[in-house]
């Protein structure tokens, strides 16, 4: 496909909140708090936030080039500029569809939790062992959690269809400033709740002893997960976007907002946690049990609810919607189907493979793989290392390989912008990604242990 005949995304602000909408999304809202509550709070947090500035950012720019300058697939571009690295884009084709397996049954929970906060039947409940009671019939039942899976892989496939302007920028242009501006609103309502000081104090003060190797190897797949890197979404978005686009800016202004948007999640949840006294290793279903507690106490609370779920539900979907067009946009311009034709087939293989994932925590719950449910098991193999593996193949591929006349003409669109900070860049990208994320791997098969007892 030519240049001519492909989409592009229109002003300055769109590039950003379409990026934007694939990275905020469950990640932050459900993922971030749960592996932070997982993994011991404030020192998680700290680890968290280096991660994303000197991983996460130099790796998204990195996307981005590889993205716009080939205006390609994620296999195609890689392919286009080298075809000995097309397999990193294959690394994301399967862990976009790998990751859509848990996504999914997650967004569906979301869809179920505002179609009861509308109908107003999550306020019968009170107490903390009362909303946890409920979450586990709830996904454990064999069928309903599966409908609203289905239901939420049918809405994503609507908006894919209706195409990358119409469908996808539009919806994030409205969507995203209202979600945020009702995360401020909650945090500020968790902050005054009694107890919550406890909580904050666990978020925000690193503990720095219950630091172990899996504890960094999990932020920074938290990291990668919530920012949408290291298989190629980005470099599929960044395929639409103009050419005076400014990719740095854009780059920026995406991982501040989607880190502000975890942090804000963990001001909401934290507090809350300690106040209405759950565990904050509660794990997967830590935000499905604290919000409604949280809605609970407050005035007019199914209104709220309804409101929060509706935007949770957006989120996912602009995730969804990033992840699905990976898969969409490789099989039409790979395997030369029509975009309808595309799509379907990414609709279909995803939901069963959702479904499966669902059921494995309910009725399929017998049929462990390595120890770990599907659900489980899809969620650790993508965010722990299928995606730190792809971010490492790009660092080294856009550092290493990639002719620094693409990337300084990408970063500079063609000699109309400064880049000062080249060097810095292309030495987080060299040296720094790929030096840290080695070590992290090693230290997480026990390999470093070696050097140093
Ligand atoms: N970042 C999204 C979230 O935080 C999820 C997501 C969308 C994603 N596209 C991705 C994660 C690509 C990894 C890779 O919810």
Redesign the pocket.
Known sequence: MNRQTRATLGGKLSAVLVAAG???????IW?FPYVAGDNGGGAFLLIYILCVLLLGLPIMTGEFIVGRSTHRNAVGAYRTLSPRWTLLGYNGVL??FL?LGF?FVVSGWTLEYMIHSLTGELAHYSTAGEYTALFDTFVRNPWRPVLYTTLFVLLTHVIIALGVEKGIERSAKVLMPLLLAILVVLSVHSLLMPGGGEGLRFFFKPDFSAVTPRTVLVALGQA????????G?MVTYASYFKADTNLRHTALSVTLL?SLVAILAGVVIFPAVFSVGIAPESGPSLVFITLPGIFNTMPLSMVWSSIFFLLLVV??LT??I??HE?LTVYFSEEWHLSRRAAAWTTTLSTAVLAALASLSLGALGGYPIFGKNLFDGLDFL??NIL?PLGGLATSLFVGWHLDKRVIRREMTNDGSLRFRIFGLFLFLLRYVCPAVLCLIFLDNLGLLKVFFT
């Open positions: 694939s990275s905020v999304g469950l990640g932050n993922r862990a976009a990751i996504y990668f997960f919530s920012l949408s890197i290291g298989i979404t989607d989120a996912a995730s969804t990033s992840l990976v993508t965010a995606l």
